[in-house]
């Protein structure tokens, strides 16, 4: 994450100290949060809650960097050949000349002067914001280190970290299996939803149960925070199954079906009660497929959404169940009865599943979700100037007229011309050059109000557009949306049209209609001119306008198809992996699909 502000000079360093102090206070609440949650269960031998602390403390890296801007007063003749020296000081060597950047900047800059225009502070602020992000790159470079001793397990979850375990003298390698054999059990009894804190094999860092524990700290903390409940790898796969059945329901008044869906959901039921499997998250888009079944059916589509997906794949119920139980203690007192009474039960379900599949006429669930990894294209172009727009594509054709033609000084109104645009445009002897439609120009330079438009653009997109598409018009869930890049789990059948879609949306290309919710627009990436830089969509009961980065901005995308039981880890590695070959290998505004 990056910010860049223009703040008062005399601040500039308490400023970043400050935020850089947020961002660490920040994360150990979010680690006193889990300390304390898990607290009641530790172990005898736990961290105690400054050990829990300092564990934390290394975690977020903030590097930042304040670059003066020169006294205006100096005059701009003396601010560009302090701007030259600076950056030759810090940038220019024999190996490493100026470039072609600082030549275009250098050419606007005369262009202004020599056409008579007074340059601003404004003129200059591309300039400095160079030298800052490059100084940022060199501090960067340089990292922080701290020499920590480390012992015992791995973490599962974040592996460059060590896992919790016992804390003493003379701390012994069976002690640390221990501490988490009673972890584990302590946790599975005492605490409501224990199998999603922490399974039977796992071992955890304080930053992996901080990360485990992020959702619950943020419910805490924010009252109206949508719902955080997560969708396994399993419900995913058979998200398309559950969708084509609540639709079969909805449309038509199949009784076959329906006493068909309701017997596998009471069996299931009961299978469910003896193992530690949780009620599954409700994909949007199923739940409004649901409501559109009769009345009769309604409740069982209902509980259909809410049936793990484990329990809708044949081969599930060949196991043994013996680490899936919801009472350990009944398993180890008749281990025999026990399993003998969960493989009645099993059987009863496989049954009945097959007898759902059989009178829907659907295939059978699926065992393959995917992984979307979508990242936008040369975003360091956009935020350093090298996409900014011409000068002719910003100003209207009547107005590129008359600045070439010159214009009078309205306050001196001494009826002579000033020219100095004409400078800016490319001329052949008395015309603008032009391109077909386009009329050539020089680029703008970079202002604030450029950075401004791509940040509120790129916030609408994470923020507003992101999780609609993903969740309300594609049978997916989001995991992480933020400025350019979106991370999301997509069940197979509709991954490709979903990557398309948010492809769309990055660049604008959907067709605004006010009357339409967001999730219901067409895409329009074929049409070249079918986006203007913002989308008009209803939100509630209103109309609202979302800019975009507009027509020349483009992603990339890579997809990962995997099996459920495939590490999902390991998955999104995949995903990631394809979205550097869409981007390196395809040549970027493309998407690549890896299959594992």
């Given amino acids: 994450n990056r910010f860049f502000a223009v703040v008062p000079a005399e601040r500039a360093e308490e400023l970043a100290t400050r935020a850089e102090k947020a961002v660490e206070a920040a994360l150990q609440e979010a680690g006193k949060f889990a300390f304390d ?25 903030c590097y930042w960097v304040c670059t003066d801007l020169p006294d205006w007063k100096q005059g701009t003749k003396d601010i560009n050949n302090l701007y030259a020296e600076t950056y030759d000081g ?12 600082w030549k275009y900047r250098d050419d606007i800059y005369k262009a202004y002067r020599e056409g008579g225009f007074h340059p601003n502070i404004g003129t200059f602020y591309g300039r400095f914001y160079e030298i800052t992000e490059k100084a940022v790159g060199a ?9 920590t001793e480390e012992s015992g397990y791995r973490c599962s979850l974040i592996p460059g970290r060590p896992a919790l375990g016992p804390v003493g003298k003379n701390v012994k390698p069976g002690d640390y299996d221990n501490f988490w054999a009673n972890f584990y059990e302590n946790v599975q009894a005492r605490l409501r939803k224990g199998g999603s804190i922490l399974g039977k094999n796992e071992r955890l860092s304080v930053l992996g149960f901080t990360k485990r524990l992020f959702a619950d700290y943020l419910k805490q903390k924010i009252s109206e925070l949508p719902n955080n409940r997560f969708i396994s790898t399993h419900s995913l796969a058979v998200a398309d199954f559950k969708l084509k059945l609540a639709e079969i329901l909805a449309a038509s008044d199949s009784k076959d079906v329906s006493e068909a869906l309701t017997e596998f959901i009471d069996t299931a039921d009961r299978f469910m009660k003896v193992l530690a499997l949780e009620d599954e998250y409700w994909l949007p888009k199923i739940k409004h497929s649901a409501k559109e079944a009769n009345l009769e059916c309604k409740l069982n589509v209902i509980n259909l959404c809410t049936i793990p997906g484990e329990l809708l794949q044949n081969d599930y119920y060949d196991g043994a169940f013996k680490d899936d139980v919801k009472d350990p203690n009944r398993y180890k007192t008749d281990a025999q009865g026990f399993q003998r009474d969960v493989n009645v039960m099993a059987a009863e379900a496989k049954a009945c599943l097959n007898n759902l599949i059989r009178m829907s006429g659907l295939p059978a669930p699926s065992k393959y979700y995917a ?3 979508l990242d936008g294209d040369d975003m360091g172009k956009w935020l350093s100037g090298d996409n900014a727009p011409m000068f002719s594509e910003v100003l209207h054709p009547v107005a590129v007229k008359s600045l070439v033609n010159g214009i009078e000084d309205p306050q001196k109104r001494t009826g002579d011309l000033y020219k100095g645009w004409a400078q800016v445009f490319e001329m052949d002897g008395d015309k603008v ?27 609408n997109y994470s923020l507003e557009i992101v999780r609609r598409i993903v969740e309300e018009r594609f049978l997916g869930k989001l995991i992480y949306a933020g400025g350019d890049d979106v991370v999301a789990m997509v069940s197979i059948g509709e991954a490709l049209e979903c990557a398309e879609t ?30 203007n830089g913002f989308i008009v969509h209803q939100w509630g009961s209103k109309p609202i306008i979302s800019t975009t980065l507009g027509p020349n901005a483009s992603a990339s995308c890579g997809i990962a198809i995997a099996h459920y039981m495939y590490p999902l880890k390991q998955a999104m590695a995949d995903a990631r992996k394809a979205e550097k070959y869409a981007k390196n290998t395809l040549g970027r505004d493309a998407f690549a699909v890896n299959i594992v």
């Fill in 371 to 373: 992984i979307l990894y």
């Fill in 37 to 61: 949650f898990l607290k009641p269960v530790f172990p005898d031998t736990h961290p105690n809650e400054q050990q829990w602390a300092d564990q934390l403390a290394n975690f977020a890296e």
């Fill in 502 to 531: 948010l492809r769309a949306a990055f660049s604008g290309h959907l067709k605004s209609d006010k009357e339409k919710t967001l999730h219901k627009l067409e895409v329009t990436l074929d049409d070249d001119e079918a986006s």
């Fill in 433 to 459: 050059k032009r391109d077909g439609k386009k009329t050539l120009s020089k680029k703008r330079p970079q202002a604030p109000t450029q950075h401004m438009a791509i940040s509120r653009a790129l916030n």
């Fill in 139 to 147: 501090r960067k470079s340089l990292r922080d280190f701290v020499q």
């Fill in 90 to 101: 810090l940038f220019v060597t024999e190996a490493a000349e100026r470039g072609e950047k």
